[in-house]
Structure formats: structure tokens, C-alpha cells
């Protein structure tokens, strides 16, 4: 067997293998999810709805995962060998799937989940209308809304695209429009046309800018500094990874599909937007349910301690500015009491003023205890 084919199926099961462990952890943590607002609406957790509030946005994430890591198991060359799956297929089959790639992939599936991501941690920012249904409904809607321009546009490039090039600009190199090769024999291995690309460049670009801004924003409320890092390791991957994803998928045309450089490439490309959806999946679906449930837990742990002990911890007074209040910002702090260390605890400007129940004399109850971390 020769080498370049050893390599791109070692290549391929290695991509299978890490997809698969991509789905298990999306599924895990839709069923994490699922618990998480059993135990709200089941027992009395409602302080903690805030959390709980972008979940439709949080599967749709992950829904967007698992989709796009079906699509680049189905783009590899590992089934189009004599003897695999599309073997079996025609030619026009084998180019189909290609085309189809490209549209679902680059057109739908990778601008989603950046657009996602966005939201998401715009979501941080946002007032109670978090908590609603309605909010995701609108912000899926939105996402679907902003994915259209760059899903028509990958539609012209591989519909259209190869009709202009026939018809009217002959020397139009074929890696600008073409999503396959006809390297070998009868089989159609799958390439990223430059122009899907650029068009993809453009788009990860301005929302790369715009998470920037975004993140400032955010890190502005944010004074703990482990969340902070999260804050930073968030911003870092997808500003690094996605970017870095497009790169390789530019410098794949200078190779021909079938040799072991555009597979090693393709394969990196993959494993940047991986790491990249792994984390967004960490930090904005797993941790802040965990964190929740936690925080949960300390409270009432110390409400079994409140009747034995004078010196307790107690739910913080709102001391935050009027306006962070209405922005309905999180912020985290760290206090202390008789000059020593007390607990950290996160403080939940949830409600607008208009919407507070309690008489005009009484503080607002809008914070629970966190446990605190090291570092």
C-alpha cells in the first residue's frame, strides 16, 4: 500500500475517532442541560434561571457541531478508495458529495457556529430578557438571518461558479471555483475552492473584530480572576483557531489532492475549528451549568448552618451602580470581613429596578455564594 494513502487513512480514522469524542461530549452536555432545568423548575433552583436562560442557543450550538463534524467525516478520502463506500458510487455522485460539503461545511454550519459563539457571550451582557423564550427564538433567528449572505454567496461560488468559467473566463484557474479533483482514475477527491475561502476569510474577519469589542465589554464586568481567564482562553481560541482554519484552507490549493501534504493540511485545518468548538462548548455550555449547580449547592449548605451559627454568610446586598444594574451585567468580587478572607461570591444583577418586588426601604437579594477557587 503506498505511503500517501497509509497516511490518509491513519489521517481519516484519526479524524472519525475525534469527532466521535466531539459528539459524545456535545450529547453529554445536552443531557447536562436537560438536568440542569429539571432541577430549577423541579426544586425551587429559580434564582439560578439566569443560567439556565440561553439553553435553546447552547444545543443549537452543539447541534452545529455534530453537524459540522459529520460533514468533514464525509469529505475524507478515506471512503473513496477502491473498495470503500463511494467507490461504489459514479463519478457524479463522488462530485455531489463535494459540492455538498463545501455548501453545508463553509456555507452554513462553520459561519453558524461562530455566529453562536457570538451570541452567546453577548448573552452575558444582556438583561433579563435572557430568561425568556422569546430571546431565543430572536437570536436563533438572527443567527439563521446572518448565516443567509455567506450561504448564497458559497452557493454562487459552487453552482454557478464553473458555468462562468466555461462560458466566459476559460483561464479562471480551476482551484478558485472547483470543490473536487479528478486526480485519479474515476475518483472525486474533495478540495476547498479559494473563493469559498476568501468569502469565509472575510466573514470570520469582521466577526473576529467584533468579538474583540465584545470581549472588552465583558472583561470590564468581570474582576475574578479565574473568570477572566476563561474570558481570555475563549477569546484567544476563537480569535486563533478559526482564523488559522481559514489560512490552511487558502494554502491547501497549492498542493493536489492525494498527496500527503494537502491531507496533512486538510487535517490541521480540522483540528484548529476542533479545538476551537471544543472549547466555546466547555466554557459557554458546560462550566456555567457546573458553576450554577455548585453555587447552588454552597447556599444551601449554608442555610442548614444559618440556625446553629450567628456568624454566617449571607445573600449580598446589591452595592453595584445603578447602571450596571440595568445592564443586567454579572460581575464577580471577592470580600472580606474583620480584616480577614470571606467567601467569594458572585453578585447577579438580574432584574431591573422597575421589576423589583420588594418594599422601597429593603435591599434587593440579588446575589448567592460562590465557592472559591484557587488561582
Not at 468559467?165 to 471555483?177: A, N, Q, T, V
Amino acid at each position: 500500500m503506498p505511503v500517501t494513502r497509509v497516511v490518509a487513512d491513519a489521517l481519516g480514522v484519526l479524524t472519525i475517532c475525534l469527532v466521535s469524542v466531539l459528539v459524545l461530549l456535545g450529547l453529554f452536555c445536552i443531557v447536562y442541560s436537560f438536568y440542569f432545568r429539571s432541577r430549577i423548575h423541579g426544586q425551587g433552583f429559580a434564582q439560578l434561571s439566569y443560567f439556565s436562560g440561553p439553553w435553546i442557543i447552547r444545543i443549537g450550538y452543539i447541534f452545529f457541531a455534530v453537524w459540522w463534524g459529520i460533514g468533514e467525516i464525509i469529505r475524507l478520502n478515506l471512503w473513496r478508495h477502491n473498495g470503500r463506500v463511494l467507490d461504489a458510487v459514479t463519478f457524479q455522485w463522488q462530485e455531489n458529495v463535494c459540492k455538498c460539503y463545501i455548501i453545508s461545511n463553509l456555507g452554513f454550519a462553520e459561519p453558524c457556529l461562530f455566529l453562536t459563539l457570538i451570541f452567546l457571550l453577548r448573552a452575558s451582557l444582556q438583561s433579563s430578557g435572557t430568561l425568556s423564550q422569546k430571546w431565543n427564538v430572536k437570536t436563533a433567528g438572527f443567527i439563521l438571518l446572518y448565516c443567509f449572505p455567506i450561504f448564497i454567496l458559497q452557493l454562487v461560488v459552487i453552482l454557478i461558479g464553473p458555468t462562468f468559467k466555461r462560458d466566459h473566463d476559460p483561464k479562471l484557474p480551476s482551484y478558485f471555483i472547483e470543490s473536487f479533483s479528478n486526480t485519479n482514475n474515476d475518483i472525486a477527491f474533495c478540495t476547498y475552492p479559494l473563493l469559498s475561502t476568501i468569502f469565509l476569510g472575510l466573514f470570520a474577519t469582521v466577526l473576529t473584530v467584533y468579538l474583540f469589542w465584545l470581549g472588552r465589554q465583558i472583561l470590564h464586568l468581570v474582576i475574578n480572576k479565574g473568570l477572566q481567564k476563561r474570558v481570555y482562553t475563549l477569546i484567544f481560541s476563537i480569535s486563533s483557531f478559526f482564523p488559522l482554519r481559514v489560512i490552511l484552507l487558502g494554502l491547501s490549493v497549492l498542493t493536489d489532492p492525494g498527496r500527503v501534504v494537502f491531507d496533512v493540511i486538510a487535517f490541521l485545518a480540522f483540528l484548529s475549528l476542533l479545538c476551537c468548538v471544543g472549547v466555546g462548548i466547555c466554557m459557554l455550555v458546560y462550566l456555567p451549568i457546573a458553576d450554577s449547580l455548585s453555587l447552588r449547592s454552597l447556599q444551601r449548605d449554608m442555610e442548614a448552618r444559618r440556625g446553629t451559627s450567628d456568624d454566617t454568610i449571607s445573600l449580598i446586598t446589591n452595592q453595584s451602580p445603578v447602571e450596571e444594574s440595568q445592564r443586567g451585567s454579572i460581575s464577580f468580587r471577592a470580600m472580606e470581613k474583620d480584616g480577614s478572607s470571606g467567601a467569594g461570591f458572585v453578585e447577579l444583577s438580574l432584574f431591573d429596578p422597575s421589576q423589583d418586588s420588594t418594599s422601597p426601604g429593603s435591599p434587593r437579594l440579588v446575589g448567592w455564594p460562590m465557592i472559591p477557587r484557587g488561582g
